[in-house]
């Protein structure tokens, strides 16, 4: 069984306020720096990597990850959805030589995996908060000490769950988005 098809039976979620993943015992989770030719710092998200427009994933650039790692992956959430953590985009088993994703990028090109969102179909599905409200999203960026094996079905509780223990360094991109 493959460590992805062991944590299946997970049910963690990566994200502050829930399980996150951890470090290899006795390692230092370090900081990447996640940056986007499409969204500011804390600003605003296009309204074509959004429902409102094409909902193509935004370009996504990161700085070189740590000695060690094996894969990265990519978690797109919304944490102020009102049912809690809301998952727009998992891609996983990025090669650590990878250092950004273009727009509207197909994951497939660069060998990753995608996982299946909130929404319950795989692929990039962009912010679209309720009508009169104003959500933060968030751009996570992993690094890993390991490979997940790609599985289909691979949901965001079992990815959060195969990564614990495994992250080497991490960082995020914040923007916003309402209509």
């Not at 088993?93 to 929404?119: C, H, K, Q, W, Y």
């Given at each position: 069984m493959t460590l992805l098809g062991v944590a299946l039976v997970g049910a963690a979620a990566c994200r502050s306020g829930s399980a996150h993943p951890s470090a290899p015992a006795g390692k230092t989770v370090i900081a990447l720096t996640v940056t986007s030719k499409s969204i500011p710092a804390d600003g605003s998200i296009p309204v074509d990597a959004t429902c409102d427009g094409v909902d193509r994933s935004p370009e996504l650039s990161w700085s070189a990850p740590p000695e060690g790692t094996k894969t990265l992956a990519v978690i797109v959430d919304d944490p102020d959805a009102p049912s809690g953590d809301?998952?727009?985009?998992?891609?996983?088993?990025?090669?650590?030589?990878?250092?950004?994703?273009?727009?509207?990028?197909?994951?497939?090109?660069?060998?990753?995996?995608?996982?299946?969102?909130?929404?319950?179909r795989p692929g990039y599905s962009g912010p679209c908060p309720p009508h009169g409200e104003w959500h933060r999203y968030v751009f996570h960026v992993l690094a890993l000490d390991t490979t997940l094996e790609p599985r289909l079905g691979a949901d965001r509780a079992s990815l959060a769950s195969a990564m614990s223990g495994h992250l080497l360094a991490e960082g995020a991109l914040a923007g916003t988005f309402g209509h």
């Open positions: 809301f998952t727009h985009w998992l891609v996983f088993d990025i090669r650590p030589d990878v250092l950004s994703l273009p727009e509207g990028a197909d994951p497939a090109d660069v060998g990753a995996t995608v996982g299946i969102n909130s929404f319950h």
